[in-house]
C-alpha cells in the first residue's frame, strides 16, 4: 500500500512540479561547476596562511555539520512561518518521493527532488556564505574569510554528492563505497516515516546526531517497534 502512495505520488509530482524544459544534468552540471568555481576562486585568493588561520577549515566543518542538523530538525521538519519553500519543499516533497523502501530515483529528471534549487543554492551562498566571509575577513584576515567560504562551499557540495549517492540505486559504484553505503543506511532510516521527525537528521556525517543523541544505527531502525508518526 506504501508503494503505492510512493508510485502515485511520483507520478503526479512529475506532471505538477518538474517543467517539461527541466533537465536534470544541466541542474547537476550548475550546481557542481558553480560550487567549484567559487571554492577554486576562494583559495586562489589565500596568501601566506598562517599556521592558526588553518583552523578556520574545521571551525568551518564542525560549524556546517551543526547548521546542517539544526536547519534539517528544526526548519525544514517543522512548518515555521516564513519559511514555508524549505518546509514544503524536502520535507512534504522529498519524503513522499522517497520512502526508506523506495530510496532510488527512477532517472534522471528525479534530480529536482534530490538536489537543491539553483535560487536556493545561490540564495544560501549570498545570504549566508559571502556575509560571514566578509565579516570574518574584516575581523580576522582576508585569509580566514576565504578559507570558510571555500570550506563551506566544499562541504555543501560533498553534501549534495551524498546525499545524490543515498538515493542512486543501490549498486551504483558510489553508493558501494563502504562509507557512502553505511551512512546511506542511515538515511534511510531517516526516510522512514515514522522516524523520520525524531532520527538521523545529519544528511552527511552524524556528528551533530551523536551530540544531541538523535543517532539511531539502521539495525536499531530495523529491530524496533515503530515510534509515533508526526508527519
Ligand atoms: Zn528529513
Ligand atoms: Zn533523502
Not at 48 to 70: D, G
Not at 145 to 158: C, D, E, I, K, S
Request: hydrophobic content about 45%.
Amino acid at each position: 500500500m506504501r508503494e503505492q502512495a510512493v508510485a502515485e505520488y511520483r507520478e503526479a509530482y512529475r506532471q505538477e512540479e518538474i517543467p517539461a524544459n527541466y533537465r536534470g544534468l544541466v541542474h547537476l552540471c550548475f550546481t557542481f561547476a558553480s560550487g567549484i568555481a567559487v571554492v577554486i576562486y576562494s583559495a586562489w585568493q589565500l596568501d601566506q596562511v598562517q599556521a592558526a588561520q588553518w583552523l578556520t577549515i574545521p571551525i568551518t566543518l564542525v560549524y556546517a555539520n551543526l547548521a546542517e542538523y539544526l536547519g534539517h530538525r528544526f526548519v525544514m521538519h517543522r512548518p515555521v512561518p516564513g519559511l514555508g519553500l524549505l518546509y514544503k519543499r524536502p520535507s512534504g516533497q522529498h519524503h513522499r518521493f522517497f520512502s526508506h523502501q523506495h530510496m532510488e530515483l527512477d532517472g534522471i529528471r528525479d534530480l529536482k527532488v534530490v538536489l537543491f534549487p539553483p535560487v536556493l543554492m545561490v540564495f544560501f551562498v549570498l545570504a549566508f556564505a559571502l556575509p560571514v566571509g566578509i565579516a570574518l575577513s574584516r575581523l580576522f584576515a582576508e585569509n580566514v574569510g576565504f578559507l570558510f567560504v571555500a570550506t563551506a562551499v566544499a562541504y555543501f557540495l560533498n553534501y549534495e554528492i551524498l546525499h545524490l549517492a543515498y538515493h542512486l540505486p543501490g549498486d551504483s559504484w558510489l553508493g558501494r563505497r563502504g562509507l557512502v553505503s553505511r551512512l546511506r543506511a542511515l538515511h534511510t532510516s531517516h526516510h522512514d516515516p515514522r522516524l523520520m521527525s525524531n532520527w538521523n537528521f545529519n544528511i552527511t556525517y552524524p556528528v551533530s546526531d551523536l551530540l544531541f543523541r538523535t543517532f539511531r544505527g539502521s539495525a536499531a531502525s530495523r529491530a524496533d517497534p515503530p515510534a509515533a508518526s508526526t508527519y
